[in-house]
């Protein structure tokens, strides 16, 4: 039998090599769109070039670490690269701190020295970002159970926002949880037997009284039981969820998610008011 060894000149090892830079790209983007909103900086600190760098370097390293590490590379190779993020931007502070160089020169420079740099610690271990890699039994799992859980990670992403600046909502606003259940059963055909039309139609009475009682306590208190609407809320989404009643299960765990830091981010403004 023939066998064809993968070199450092070969086709396979360059392919692997370039996914595995791309896909390190694609991490960094994500890290600091997710990141980002988690970091409500003052305007006098987000302006400055050496909080501004640091701080893209570290949602960068933080997204680049975890998929690396599903990607089962060494923790030196994730060590490396993460130093790879960080150096570029620290070569160009020493000439902004003494005044030599203006802070978007730091924060464009230290981007584009960062590839090259990448691109340096990959070339210090060929062989791991040159061949393919193989995800042991542990992390699989690990990734397994968090994949598993994808309507849960998409409702904290859309709700970052919800828990970085906090907001009021308008107290109608909760009539479209009762309604929303119903529109969807009604659609799906899935509000039968009649006990779970009873059921959706009692949630809808329910917070029809809530609505009222939230109009008539005013600003702060209706912001109260708003936020307990929203949460009350969660607790029925993960009661369909178990069941697999009305909605598809993956909408109602999203939504337990949703409906839970809604209604925590409201009871947060109300406490202010």
């Known amino acids: ?7 450092p000149g070969s086709r396979p090892l360059v392919r692997h090599f370039v996914r595995h830079f791309v896909e390190m790209l694609l991490a960094m983007a994500v890290g600091v769109l997710v990141l980002g909103p988690l970091w409500p900086l003052p305007e006098t600190l987000a302006v400055r070039a050496d909080v501004a760098s640091l701080v893209t370097a570290t949602n960068m390293s933080v997204a680049m670490a975890v998929w690396m590490w599903h990607r089962s590379h060494s923790n030196a190779a994730i060590g490396e690269m993460i130093a790879a993020m960080y150096a570029p931007f620290l070569v160009f502070l020493v000439p902004w701190w003494t005044g030599l160089i203006a802070g978007e020169v730091v924060l464009i420079g230290g981007h584009l020295l960062m590839l090259p740099a990448m691109v340096l610690a990959m070339l210090r271990r060929t062989a791991e970002y040159g061949g393919g890699q193989h995800i042991d039994a542990e ?22 926002d919800n828990l ?18 119903l529109a969807i059963g009604a659609t799906r055909r899935t509000l039968r037997p009649r006990p779970v039309l009873l059921a959706q139609l009692g949630a809808l009475l329910a917070y029809l009284i809530l609505l009222g009682a939230a109009v008539l306590a005013g600003p702060q208190w209706g912001q109260y039981l708003v936020g307990v609407g929203w949460i009350f ?9 178990r069941r697999n009643l009305v909605v598809p299960r993956p909408l109602s765990e999203w939504c337990a998610v949703v409906d839970l830091i809604i209604g ?7 406490a202010t008011m």
């Open 233 to 241: 809320h969660a607790g029925w989404d993960l009661w369909h969820h």
């Open 164 to 181: 970085v600046d906090p907001r009021p909502l308008p107290v109608y606003a909760m009539m479209i949880l009762p309604v929303g259940y």
């Open 264 to 270: 925590i981010s409201v009871i947060m403004v109300a």
């Open 1 to 7: 039998m023939t066998t064809t060894a993968v070199t």
């Open 139 to 160: 992390r699989r799992g690990a990734v397994a159970r968090l994949l598993a859980r994808w309507p849960s990670v998409l409702g904290l992403l859309a709700t970052v």
